[in-house]
């Protein structure tokens, strides 16, 4: 791996000096920032001013991030109604489900491109930095055609900031856990860094986000952890040419490291245990490259190209250092797109697109016995999966104000086949004197393959007592969604807005990983293997709204009620709980702000014989911003009043840790 760093070292040396000439030459003045309407991308794939985008689409802005002060995606995405975090089976991370549909079949992109899953399947949203982002749009269930496997859950697309400007930013956080801390009154500290330079043909911006965990423990002197340590480093570059006849170009490479460890305990007979050290490492190289050109007709043609490596090596230890298990994992992705939309007669405008994707999947598992080291290959076959994929949407402007949105995308499997998945939506939009009453009607075929690590991943922890064994012969799952909502916003800023959707999601073949008991008894351990399930069906639905009464207070509220089914049993998908709050109050007053936000959940069954209950949980926060230009002092506390998860209840699944708090501090410039 060292020769992927001294790449992307070498490859942003390269970029910041083929374009130095033309920044230092050509910098631009500070420039001053209006007060736009927001816009997205990800509905359509072309920008359109939020209130008027015919799919509904989230988002969080750059001014909401700065108030929140998260650490990292999952942070940032914590306080958005509608959305669940979990924790990833088997690892420290988290996850993202929305609608009842868990992370496999949400899609999460940077700037329109997939990012990697961490285990193969499922994206680690903390692994993921929020040093360079603009926004994030968040789209819900299969409603648009240009996104493809994986996306039957929705969309959460990051978009990251363009260097128009020439400037710097460094902030700092520090904090502690307290008494679940290891002593250390800095148990976590984070290090962000940007800065950029503009010119009138050239933009580069370089970005650095660096964090340290002590981790922590929930039971007063025991060796075993609750939380890991954790060190970790994301690099990230960006430069943008414009040209006069060719074109404009894009250039993005990208760094992650991430290196954790873990002290473990496994219950013995006669009240002892086996002590062990889990340690873990991930590195990940990755480019991105763009091309766009305006084309006749206020289109636009754009060529796209990425590429990225994930490596990862997880590894058991005894405490004297000896090794008992090490696994190493790697996960190559290569990607290419081209994309073409255009006006046509005035009332239509269409995009259309094709891609071409590979993935393919190794790992490997070393043992240590009295007999030496022994290596085993946990893929089964040569797992190996090549996409061809094509898309074709129409935004049809029938009047003014009422649009359809009908598409169709063709996905051509190089194991399951081809598959067309067909979405329309219906979308009016009324001008009243006192704001903008927003209708919208979707439905959409969403379609995935069975991912490498569900069809050939052999994940083996005989020594914890269970293993979790892939399945080539699983099918391809389907689902229809269908999404029905509206929304008031009004054109006085200090009367309430209301957003309210309907969805119903119907699932046929879902893969799930069931307990296998003729497999377990053969192994004399606990086996679970993926299976497809005939249905599933989720349904519900999702009201927000935000309320600024006063210019110094700012409110908002969101609520989720969630509702599912198999259909075979009747019984309800575990880990859906029916019932989802989340709000925060602002109050501004010059230069502070202060933030109390707060989120509930209901109870939940972690398992499918709905006989298992997870209770219900509420978690409140605390932000606060002091400005003193150029400088930002920042304070906040998770988990304000300390609240914690029974831990003598193995099925209690709310947040850990306990309360932290942290101090910080942001510098804005510019150069």
Not at 217 to 226: N, S, V, Y
Request: aromatic letters at 10%; proline letters at 4%.
């Amino acid at each position: 791996m060292q020769g992927w760093s001294r790449l992307f070292i070498r490859s942003t040396t390269v970029l910041f000096l083929c374009s130095s000439n033309l920044l230092i030459a050509d910098q631009v003045a500070e420039s001053v920032y209006a007060q736009l309407n927001p816009v997205v991308i990800t509905g359509t794939r072309t920008t359109r001013d939020l209130a008027a985008s015919p799919v509904r689409t989230q988002v969080i802005d750059r001014e909401e991030l700065d108030r929140y002060q998260p650490r990292d995606l999952a942070a940032a995405l914590r306080h958005l109604p509608g959305v669940y975090l979990r924790t990833t089976h088997g690892k420290e991370g988290q996850e993202v489900w929305m609608q009842g549909l868990d992370s496999e079949r949400v899609l999460v992109l940077i700037n329109g491109v997939p990012a990697i899953a961490s285990t193969g399947s499922s994206v680690d949203l903390t692994q993921i930095a929020i040093t360079d982002i603009e926004r994030i749009e968040v789209v819900r269930g299969a409603t648009s055609a240009l996104y493809g496997s994986s996306a039957m859950g929705g969309v959460i697309n990051i978009i990251t900031r363009q260097p128009d400007t020439s400037r710097y930013r460094i902030q700092t956080l520090a904090g502690s856990l307290g008494e679940t801390g290891d002593g250390d009154p800095l148990d976590r500290s984070q290090i962000q860094a940007l800065a950029s330079l503009a010119g009138k043909r050239a933009q580069l911006e370089v970005s650095i986000d660096w964090r340290r965990d002590e981790g922590y423990t929930l039971k007063p002197d025991a060796f075993a952890q609750d939380g890991h340590q954790l060190e970790q480093l994301n690099l990230n570059a960006q430069l943008n040419l414009q040209t006069q006849h060719w074109g404009d170009f894009y250039f993005r490479p990208s760094w992650f490291q991430e290196d954790k460890s873990k002290s473990q305990a496994t219950p013995l007979p006669g009240g002892m245990e086996a002590r062990s050290i889990k340690e873990e490492s991930v590195e990940q190289p990755g480019l991105q490259m763009v091309w766009k050109k305006s084309t006749p007709l206020d289109g636009e043609i754009q060529l796209q190209a990425s590429g990225s490596l994930f490596q990862n090596i997880t590894q058991d230890s005894r405490i004297n250092g000896s090794p008992l298990m090490r696994r190493e994992a790697e996960i190559n992705n290569l990607r290419t797109e081209l994309q073409w939309s255009s006006w046509w007669h005035a009332r239509h405008q269409v995009t259309l697109g094709a891609l071409a994707r590979q993935e393919t999947l190794d790992q490997f598992k070393d043992t240590w016995s009295s007999t030496g080291r022994e290596r085993e290959d946990e893929i089964q076959e040569d797992a190996e999966q090549t996409n061809l994929e094509a898309y074709l949407q129409d935004n049809v402007f029938i009047t003014d104000s009422l649009e359809l949105l009908v598409g169709a995308r063709y996905q051509h499997d190089s194991d399951f086949g081809s598959f067309v998945t067909p979405s329309a939506t219906l979308f009016n939009r009324t001008k009243m004197n006192a704001g903008h009453f927003a209708q919208r009607l979707s439905l959409g075929r969403g379609y995935r393959v069975p991912n490498l690590k569900e069809r050939y991943f052999v994940f083996d922890q005989s020594d914890k007592g269970y293993q979790v064994l892939g399945n080539p012969d699983l099918e391809p799952e389907s689902s229809w969604s269908l999404q029905a909502g509206a929304d008031w916003q009004p054109k006085n800023r200090h009367h309430p807005s209301l957003d309210i959707n309907f969805f119903f999601n119907d699932i046929e073949q879902l893969i799930i990983h069931e307990y296998d008991p003729q497999a377990s008894q053969a192994a004399g351990l606990q086996v679970y293997n993926y299976q497809n399930q005939d249905r599933a069906r989720t349904w519900g639905s999702e009201v927000s709204s935000q309320w600024q009464p006063h210019p110094n207070w700012k409110l908002q509220l969101g609520y989720t009620w969630l509702q599912t089914e198999d259909p075979d049993t009747g019984l309800e998908l575990s880990s859906r709980p029916t019932h989802q709050i989340k709000g925060d109050i602002g109050f501004n007053y010059q230069n502070f702000e202060l933030t109390l936000l707060g989120e509930y959940q209901s109870r939940e069954f972690t398992d499918s014989d709905n006989t298992q209950i997870s209770p219900a949980w509420q978690r409140f926060h605390l932000r606060a911003n002091y400005h003193l230009k150029p400088f930002t002092l920042l304070a906040g506390i998770d988990n304000l009043f300390d609240e914690l998860p029974d831990l003598d209840d193995h099925n209690d699944l709310s947040p850990k840790p306990g309360r932290y708090v942290f101090v910080g501090l942001r510098l804005d410039g510019h150069f």
